[in-house]
Nanobody
């Protein structure tokens, strides 16, 4: 099993920044990718980006490219989502997800609210 604990959400004004963290524990050796998703009220959950667990390769969806970055702190088994130039449309519950061979776990989610 893998346990994922997210932190860092909150309320911020448009144009501001937040950093979300997702710390993994348990069978982390089996993780291939750590991914970020978000779900806005009344909308489907959407993919935001991902990082290769064993390396640094990242991918971000077009809507956040240039504003968000994903990084990993190897020593802490933590993945960070740095969000800059936030917009009201970024308001959502953000989830991290660990995937790998026979492995698929979600974090509990953290609320991000961007005021205009």
């Amino acid at each position: 099993q893998v346990q994922l604990v997210e932190s860092g959400g909150g309320l911020v004004q448009a144009g501001g920044s937040l950093r979300l963290s997702c710390t993994a524990s348990g069978r982390t050796i089996s993780i291939s990718y750590m991914k970020w998703f978000r779900q806005a009220p009344g909308k489907e959950r959407e993919f935001v980006g991902r990082i290769l667990w064993s390396g640094s390769s990242t991918y971000l969806t077009d809507s956040v490219k240039g504003r968000f970055t994903i990084s990993r702190d190897n020593a802490k088994n933590t993945v960070n989502l740095q969000m800059n130039s936030l917009k009201p449309e970024d308001t959502a519950v953000y989830y991290c997800r660990a995937t790998g061979r026979d492995l698929d776990y979600w974090g509990q989610g953290t609320q991000v609210t961007v005021s205009s």
